[in-house]
């Protein structure tokens, strides 16, 4: 901490119980009450250096008509503690400046007078001089000096102290210290040499610091009171600070000072003992901690990414339970909204605190984050309905980026749905809107939604078949992997309906695959028609050797197998055939009716698809793949046409 000492004398002032006595060798003839101390002084030394104290003392000795007089001084800035200082200041004692004492001493100086029409280098000018020379150029003295504001913040903002304070921190974190070859950070740290490498004994020993962080500041600043932080940061908003370093310092402070924001935070002592001398620390009252929360929600910049979803999460947890602003409420919501993609599970699982607790989770609030996520995509065009997507391999999504934000919160809705479903009180209409706020464009696959849809089945069994039909279109059974599929096709508390679709696509896509070996076999009939014309005749022959009779012969093989397989794809489409009229014949008896079929059409079509593919070679797999996106639009004309 810089100081700077002013006066000569010693010290000759004494404390005896509430009084202060000054021993210069001559009697007092002036008491001088601040608070509920006195000091027992001299004319002279004071009334030469404030106007103030002259004019009291001519006063008092007027209306006493006694050398000896008394005066009392009300609302001294600093009281009783600060006058001490300026006393000595009066007799030329030795006295300390520092950036802690000097808001007060300058304060004071004003409230008493003490210009340089009353003696030159007054205390006015003394002090003046320090803040100006020694306080504002330097981080730490700033950053003290603006705290010790806060016990006189009237009397600081009459001056212009507290703005010029928070001019010179905001200009200070607003450069970057890895500009600098010196260091500019001001905590004790080694001494480095203009090149940046640390010195030892004056040598430079060739080692380097690593570079300072942008976000230096954050925990300096955080010890500020709530009034004094946000002038600061509103000033460091107009120097042009970047927006991710505000929101970075407001989430600190916030975290600090708001023990609900992280559901896992540990308060350390000097947190707590900071926080018991600022505004809404852990010990503070929920009014107080409420006004903190809903200002860091005025301050923070209304931008995606800059501050953490979860700790947006968390700020919306405790507003709530503070029962903040309706407004501060809907910020916050708007907030999470714009990034719902980068949200988990666990921070959409917020627990119903509302006085009707109808449901155990909120779910009128996903909904409505659902809303402004959806908004903020068609605001931006990151919604695109027309937008084409595919799988690859290993069945994840592909094509166009600007699904992959809401793909991601399509998935994320489908496990809060499934969490949510198992309680009774959700009822129907709540659990569709959230379901069916999700377009059918941003899921690749609806296993998740009938994962939800099953588990809400389960823990509702007194649904009605229409309810439960109603409940099942929100999925569609051509987007059901293979494993669904099976699972659903013996899922006893899904509508009869519902199942005869799964089955039926089912084996759709089995005649699907199995026409595209017809298209293998085609291929392979033409090219070996192709090779025997092209490649007939003794030089050709001779040229390829062995190899050309390998592969004739391993052609001949397929040849066989491909003919095998024909005399079982027509067995196979007269049993679909078959299936047609027996699906039309099914009675409203659900489980015999699924039985069945199941029986009957799966797993005989299974064990025949097994057996139908023995014969096939790789080179089929990729043919197939072809022949099947050729026969997509034709497929899902006969699916509608069933339906």
């Known amino acids: 901490m810089s100081s700077v000492k002013l006066g000569s004398k010693v010290d000759a002032f004494h404390q005896q119980g509430q009084a202060w006595f000054c021993t210069t060798g001559l009697p007092s003839d002036l008491i001088v009450e601040v608070d509920e101390m006195s000091f027992h002084l001299h004319k002279f030394p ?5 106007g103030v104290m002259e004019r009291m003392i001519t006063e008092a000795t007027k209306e006493l008509g006694d050398d000896r007089c008394i005066i009392k001084l009300s609302n001294l800035p600093g009281s009783a503690k600060t006058f001490e200082l300026v006393a000595k200041f009066c007799y030329g004692m030795k006295l300390e400046l520092t950036s802690s004492n000097i808001i007060n001493l300058r304060c004071a100086a004003e409230h008493l007078e003490m210009t ?25 003295n700033s950053l003290q000096a603006l705290q010790a504001c806060n016990n006189l913040l009237s009397h600081a903002d009459e001056l212009n102290i507290t703005k010029r304070c928070i001019k010179s921190l905001s200009m200070r974190a607003s450069v970057d210290p890895n500009l600098f070859g010196w260091p500019i950070m001001e905590h004790g740290g080694p001494l480095q040499s203009p090149g940046g490498s640390l010195l030892w004994n004056g040598i430079s020993t060739g080692a380097r610091l690593k570079n300072a962080r942008s976000d230096w500041w954050f925990e300096d600043v955080s010890v500020l009171t709530l009034p004094l932080y946000k002038r600061l940061i509103s000033e460091m908003v107009s120097c042009g600070i970047k927006q991710d370093l505000i929101a970075g310092s407001l989430t600190f402070y916030a975290k600090r000072y708001l023990p609900g924001v992280n559901r896992r935070q540990i308060v350390s002592e000097s947190s707590t003992r900071s926080a018991s001398q600022g505004l809404g620390g852990p010990g503070s009252t929920s009014e107080e901690q409420r006004a903190l929360l809903e200002e860091i929600d005025r301050l923070l910049p209304m931008q995606k990414g800059l501050v953490p979803t979860k700790f947006l999460f968390g700020l919306l947890r405790t507003a709530t339970i ?4 309706p407004n501060c409420v809907l910020s916050l919501e708007r907030r999470i909204g714009m990034q719902l993609d980068q949200a988990t599970l666990e921070d959409l699982l917020m627990p119903n605190v509302s006085h009707s607790m109808e449901t155990l989770y909120n779910v009128d609030r996903i909904q409505r984050l659902v809303e402004h996520f959806l908004a903020m995509e068609h605001a931006t065009g990151g919604e695109d309905e027309s937008s084409p997507y595919s799988l690859d391999d290993q069945g994840q999504l592909i094509g166009s980026p600007s699904l992959t934000p809401i793909t991601m919160v399509a998935k994320l809705i489908d496990g809060y749905l499934a969490e949510v ?16 706020a999700i377009p059918d464009y941003a899921r690749p696959l609806d296993d998740g939604l009938y994962r939800a849809i099953d588990m809400y089945l389960k823990s509702h069994p007194w649904l009605a078949e229409s309810e439960r039909e109603q409940l099942c ?3 569609d059974c051509q987007k059901l992997s293979l494993e669904a599929c099976t699972h659903a096709a013996q899922n006893e508390r899904l509508p009869l309906r519902v199942i005869v679709q799964v089955l039926f696509f089912e084996q759709l896509q089995l005649r699907t695959s199995i026409a595209g070996c017809f298209l293998v076999s085609d291929n392979l009939d033409g090219g070996s028609q192709q090779l025997r014309g092209g490649l007939s005749g003794p030089p050709a022959t001779e040229g390829l050797g062995g190899g050309w009779a390998s592969a004739m012969k391993e052609n001949q093989v397929l040849k066989v197998g491909m003919d095998s397989m024909r005399s079982k794809v027509s067995e196979l489409e007269k049993e679909c055939s078959n299936m047609r009229l ?11 009716g699924v039985s069945s079929v199941w029986k009957k059409f799966g797993l005989g079509m299974k064990s025949q698809m097994c057996s139908a593919n023995e014969g096939s070679v790789s080179t089929q797999e990729k043919e197939k793949d072809n022949y099947k996106k ?8 006969q699916v509608q046409g069933i339906e």
């Open 322 to 325: 503070l029962q903040a602003d």
């Open 421 to 436: 479903a198992p309680d009774i009180n959700l009822k129907l209409p709540k659990f569709q809107a959230l379901a069916g």
């Open 582 to 592: 027996e699906i039309e014949n099914l009675g409203r008896t659900k489980s015999r």
């Open 46 to 50: 004071l009334l030469s250096k404030s």
């Open 116 to 140: 340089e029409g009353h003696g030159e280098g007054n205390l006015i000018t003394q002090t003046e001089n320090f803040l100006n020379q020694v306080v504002l150029r330097d981080w730490k």
């Open 473 to 475: 279109r929100l999925m």
């Open 630 to 637: 050729h026969n997509k639009s034709s497929s899902e004309v």
